[in-house]
C-alpha cells in the first residue's frame, strides 16, 4: 500500500508561506512527478512527505493513517537524493545492506533482499565493487538499491539524476519507468526536468511558489493547460503565447499554439517573418522567427531537412484546431 494524502498542508520558514495552503491525492501504485521551476517548492514539498520537514499546518496522511509527527523513520517510506551518499569503504553489497542492518534484520533475511535488489536493477556483477569503482548511474542505482531492500510504501525521488550526463540520463530514466512497472510501489518523483515528467509520469503537478496549478497526466496537461504558466512550462520547446503580452494590455486575451502546431511555408501563410535562429537537430528543425506582429519571435518545428536558414523568409499558419485561448489573467478559456 502506498496511498497518500495532503489536506489543508502548509509550510513557513519564519514568516515566509513556501508552501501557502494544498491538498493532493496519491493513490497507490501511482508514479507522480512533482515538477516547476526552481524555489517553487518542488523539493520541500517532498521533505515535509518524508518527514525530514515538520509542517506548519494541516495533515499527511499515509495508507489513511495520520503520519504528520511521525519521524521519518515510521512513515514506510525511501528516499533516494540527487547524492547518492555512498559509504565509499564499502562494497556495494554493504552499502544495499546497510539499512537493514542498522534495523536488526538477520543476515538470511538481509542476504535474500540484497540479492534481490541487485537482480532487478543489474548489479549482481558488481555486488563486491566500491563505489569509486563504478559508473555514475551504477551509483545511483545502488542508491536505489538501499531504498528497495526497506520494501516501502512508496520511493521518493529527490532530483535522482542531475548529476548524471545526458546519455546516462536518458539510460536512467527508462530504468526508474521499468522499476516502477514491476514494483507497482507508489513512486513520487521531484525534477525541474519537464521532459522527465512528460515521459515518467502517470500523474504530474505543476507547482509554482508552493501553489499547484494543474494536476493531471502528461496528456492532459499538453492538450488542456489550465493557464499560461502551464501551457508555458509543458512542452519542449514550450507553447508559444501571443496576443495580450504583445499589446501590453492586462485586459487583452492571449492565444497559444505549439511550434509543432504550425505550418511551414516558403511561399504563403498567416504570418510572414525572417529567421533569426535555425536549430538542426536531425529528425527536427527548430526555427526562432520574427514577425511584424509579434514582439517575440515565434519558435517553430519542422522537418530536419527543412530548406532554411537564418536570414530567410517563412511563411507560417497555426493549426486552427490546435490553438489554445486564454482571458486577459491567463486563465484558458475552453
Known amino acids: 500500500m502506498g496511498k497518500i494524502q495532503l489536506q489543508s498542508v502548509t509550510k513557513a520558514f519564519g514568516g515566509v508561506k513556501v508552501i501557502p495552503d494544498l491538498d493532493l491525492d496519491i493513490e497507490n501504485g501511482e508514479f507522480v512527478v512533482f515538477v516547476g521551476p526552481s524555489g517553487c517548492g518542488k523539493s520541500t514539498l517532498l521533505r515535509?512527505?518524508?518527514?525530514?520537514?515538520?509542517?506548519?499546518?494541516?495533515?499527511?496522511?499515509?495508507?489513511?493513517?495520520?503520519?504528520?509527527?511521525?519521524?521519518?523513520?515510521?512513515?514506510?517510506?525511501?528516499?533516494?537524493?540527487?547524492?547518492?551518499?555512498l559509504y565509499p569503504h564499502m562494497s556495494v553489497r554493504k552499502n544495499i545492506a546497510f539499512p537493514l542492518k542498522m534495523a536488526g534484520r538477520n543476515k538470511q533475511e538481509i542476504d535474500k533482499r540484497v540479492d534481490n535488489a541487485a537482480k532487478i536493477l543489474n548489479l549482481?556483477?558488481?555486488?563486491?565493487?566500491?563505489?569509486?569503482?563504478?559508473?555514475?548511474?551504477?551509483?545511483?542505482?545502488?542508491?536505489?538499491?538501499?531504498?528497495?531492500?526497506?520494501e516501502p510504501a512508496a520511493f521518493l525521488f529527490d532530483e535522482p539524476l542531475s548529476n548524471l550526463d545526458a546519455a546516462l540520463r536518458v539510460g536512467m530514466r527508462l530504468e526508474i519507468s521499468e522499476l516502477h512497472q514491476r514494483l507497482k510501489t507508489t513512486m513520487i518523483y521531484v525534477t525541474h526536468d519537464q521532459v522527465e515528467a512528460m515521459t515518467m509520469a502517470d500523474k504530474i503537478v505543476v507547482l509554482r511558489a508552493g501553489n499547484i496549478e494543474q494536476v493531471g497526466s502528461p496528456l492532459e496537461l499538453y492538450t488542456k493547460p489550465r493557464n499560461t504558466f502551464v501551457a508555458?512550462?509543458?512542452?519542449?520547446?514550450?507553447?508559444?503565447?501571443?496576443?495580450?503580452?504583445?499589446?501590453?494590455?492586462?485586459?487583452?486575451?492571449m492565444i497559444g499554439v505549439r511550434p509543432e502546431h504550425i505550418d511551414l511555408s516558403q511561399s504563403e501563410g498567416q504570418w510572414k517573418g525572417e529567421v533569426k535562429v535555425s536549430e538542426h537537430l536531425g529528425s527536427?528543425?527548430?526555427?526562432?522567427v520574427q514577425t511584424s506582429d509579434h514582439s517575440e519571435?515565434?519558435?517553430?518545428?519542422?522537418?530536419?531537412?527543412?530548406?532554411?536558414?537564418?536570414?530567410?523568409?517563412?511563411?507560417?499558419?497555426?493549426?486552427?484546431d490546435k490553438i489554445h485561448r486564454f482571458d486577459g489573467k491567463g486563465l484558458a478559456l475552453r
Not at 57 to 84: C, E, N
Not at 284 to 288: I, S, V
Open 48 to 85: 515535509l512527505i518524508a518527514g525530514l520537514e515538520d509542517t506548519t499546518s494541516g495533515t499527511i496522511s499515509i495508507d489513511g493513517k495520520d503520519a504528520t509527527h511521525l519521524p521519518p523513520a515510521q512513515r514506510r517510506l525511501a528516499m533516494v537524493f540527487q547524492s547518492y551518499a
Open 124 to 150: 549482481a556483477d558488481y555486488i563486491d565493487r566500491r563505489p569509486g569503482q563504478l559508473s555514475g548511474g551504477q551509483r545511483q542505482r545502488v542508491a536505489i538499491g538501499r531504498a528497495i531492500v526497506r
Open 232 to 253: 508555458g512550462f509543458i512542452g519542449s520547446p514550450k507553447m508559444n503565447l501571443m496576443g495580450g503580452s504583445d499589446a501590453k494590455s492586462h485586459n487583452a486575451d
Open 284 to 288: 527536427d528543425t527548430f526555427l526562432h
Open 297 to 320: 519571435p515565434l519558435t517553430v518545428r519542422a522537418g530536419g531537412e527543412f530548406p532554411v536558414h537564418a536570414g530567410d523568409t517563412v511563411y507560417m499558419t497555426p493549426q486552427q
